[in-house]
């Protein structure tokens, strides 16, 4: 009556196998589906970094460029002046100042203090040379003027070499 058994541990079952070898899948899967999402979040997080930088980047060198040629342009014109002691009214204003107020503020926290406060003083020998330029008629330039326009030309070449490192992209 007494049937012989002999006792199988446990972990060797036969219904304990099955059961324990898929919960062993389910978790090994689950554990390489959270790395390699994980290295893919990664990834795509570094890339977009990258991008946001180069955008960044691109819009400053921009913003730059547009403020250089403002500057280049108001110093031709005044070293022309200079040359040849005589302001000429043309029927436009030779300064443009428009770009200012639009790129400065793109600009600016990528210079140091020093560095901004003299880009600013370019700005104010701009905006002088706007109005002297928008005055009427020619004018023969006396000593004192060209004095002043060759302070002029200093603040605008302190102002060019102070973007020169954002025109080119290098900072």
């Given amino acids: 009556m007494f049937a012989v058994t002999e006792t199988v541990p446990w972990y060797i079952s036969p219904v304990f196998l099955p ?4 919960l062993l899948g389910v978790i090994v ?3 390489i589906t959270a790395s390699a999402t994980y290295l893919v979040d990664e990834r795509r997080a570094a890339r977009e970094d990258v991008s946001a930088v180069r955008k960044e980047t691109l819009e400053i060198m921009r913003a730059a460029r ?7 342009l108001a110093l031709s014109e005044t070293n022309d002046a200079v040359a040849r002691k005589r302001r000429i009214k043309k029927p436009h204003n030779p300064v443009a100042i428009e ?16 560095g901004w406060e003299r880009l600013a003083s370019a ?6 040379l706007h109005s002297f330029y928008g005055q009427r008629g020619h004018e023969d330039l006396g ?12 603040g605008l070449e302190e102002g ?8 080119s992209g290098s900072v």
């Fill in 66 to 72: 547009v403020i250089d040629q403002d500057i280049m």
């Fill in 99 to 114: 770009g200012w107020r639009e790129n400065a503020q793109i600009i600016a926290p990528r210079l140091s203090l020093d």
């Fill in 29 to 31: 899967g689950a554990l």
């Fill in 160 to 167: 060019r070499r102070i973007l020169r490192p954002l025109v």
């Fill in 143 to 154: 000593e004192t003027a060209i004095k002043m326009l060759s302070v002029c030309i200093r």
């Fill in 19 to 22: 059961a324990a070898s898929g």
């Fill in 123 to 128: 700005r104010l020998v701009m905006e002088n």
